[in-house]
């Protein structure tokens, strides 16, 4: 149980194009997801919390406006890159806490690579 | 907010040998504190965690240990086995207040298990 999926796990774009991902938990309700960047060789960086029905809280500078959150169910959440650049090329992962279950635990997704050009 | 330090950064042993994989944090209010396995292009999988009420857990050949004096806890691996390379991250987190559980994670450490 507590599976979390990604789509796409990978994509390649133009810079100047947007490029949304895709976090759900399959067999679980998620009130909370969480999404981070990891650069390569280095840790994960959380960028957001997301909530369901509410706006996302971003990390002291992550850009709200260039890495667009929306949890509209409480199994989906979408990373929206807009304008993107090759700095933006990344591994970018969710993860979701289970809605009523322990406010710690975290299930991670797969991750996604995105690759600017 | 939180700081998490871990070492070593790389971690090189024989098939068998025992790992351990140390991570000092600086909050006093954290209470979680999990410990992650990530394979190379795939996200992390948590291995085993640990909660401020107890002091070592251990789940087969893994275990973990916490010691809150001194803010500092470790993950030990026993009968190290080639699968087990790849690379190790802590973190800690405050389940309760106004964080919502937000994971701050250590730098990572790049285990490799020769056969």
């Known amino acids: 149980g507590a599976v979390v999926s990604q789509h796409p796990s990978r994509v390649i774009c133009k810079s100047g194009t947007s490029v949304k991902i895709e976090c759900r938990s399959l067999?679980?309700?998620?009130?909370?997801m969480f999404w981070y960047r990891q650069f390569p060789k280095q840790s994960l960086m959380l960028m957001a919390t997301s909530n369901e029905g509410s706006k996302a809280t971003y990390e002291q500078g992550v850009e709200k406006d260039k890495f667009l959150i929306n949890h509209a169910s409480l199994t989906l959440s979408t990373l929206t890159v807009t304008s993107a650049h090759p700095e933006d090329s990344s591994f970018y992962i969710c993860s979701a806490r289970i809605a009523g279950g322990r406010a710690d635990t975290q299930y991670f997704g797969p991750g996604t690579r995105l690759t600017v050009l | 907010g939180e700081n998490v330090e871990q070492h070593p950064s790389t971690l090189s042993v024989q098939e068998g040998d025992s790992a351990v994989i140390k991570c000092t944090y600086s909050d006093s209010a954290s209470n979680y504190f999990p410990w992650y396995k990530q394979e190379l292009g795939k996200g992390p999988q948590l291995i085993i965690d640990?909660?401020?009420?107890?002091g070592e857990k251990k789940d087969q050949r893994i275990a973990v240990t916490l010691n809150k004096t001194a803010k500092h806890f470790s993950l030990h691996i026993t009968e190290t086995q080639p699968e087990d390379s790849a690379v190790y991250f802590c973190?800690?987190?405050?389940?309760?207040?106004?964080?919502?559980?937000?994971?701050?994670f250590g730098q990572g450490t790049i285990l490799t298990v020769h056969p």
């Open positions: 640990i909660r401020s009420n107890v």
């Open positions: 067999d679980f309700q998620a009130t909370t």
């Open positions: 973190a800690a987190a405050n389940a309760g207040g106004t964080s919502y559980g937000k994971l701050t």
